[in-house]
């Protein structure tokens, strides 16, 4: 069992950053990859950032690469999502999500391979 809690979302202006983090309960964090998702209102829930259970391997959807970057602390159960460069298209709900298992393999990037979600954390960017 794992349990997510996600924090670090607001208002922020176009341009502006923001550091998302997601803290983990449970004895499997190490041992999962872990996910960033975002909804928007009226949108289906899309992904955004992997990362592997060691932190040596990541993935970005296209939209988000080269402005974002996921990260993990295993010591401190957490993973996290810095966001630079932010735009008014980046507004949604974001959720952290906990993977079946460590790897970042075939098509991680789906909803469906994660098995724990958090409850999400508001991102607002105004133009």
């Known amino acids: 069992q794992v349990q997510l809690v996600e924090s670090g979302g607001g208002l922020v202006q176009a341009g502006g950053s923001l550091r998302l983090s997601c803290a983990a309960s449970g004895r499997t964090f190490s041992d999962r990859a872990m996910g960033w998702f975002r909804q928007a209102p009226g949108e289906e829930r899309e992904f955004v950032a992997a990362?592997?259970?060691?932190?040596?391997?990541?993935g970005y959807a296209d939209s988000v690469k080269g402005r974002f970057t996921i990260s993990r602390d295993n010591a401190k159960n957490s993973v996290f999502l810095q966001m630079n460069s932010l735009k008014p298209e980046d507004t949604a709900v974001y959720y952290c999500?906990?993977?079946?298992?460590?790897?970042?393999?075939?098509?991680?990037?789906?909803?469906?391979?994660?098995?724990?979600w958090g409850q999400g954390t508001q991102v607002t960017v105004s133009s």
């Open positions: 990362i592997d259970w060691s932190g040596g391997s990541t």
């Open positions: 999500a906990a993977k079946a298992n460590g790897y970042l393999i075939g098509n991680y990037y789906h909803a469906s391979k994660y098995d724990y």
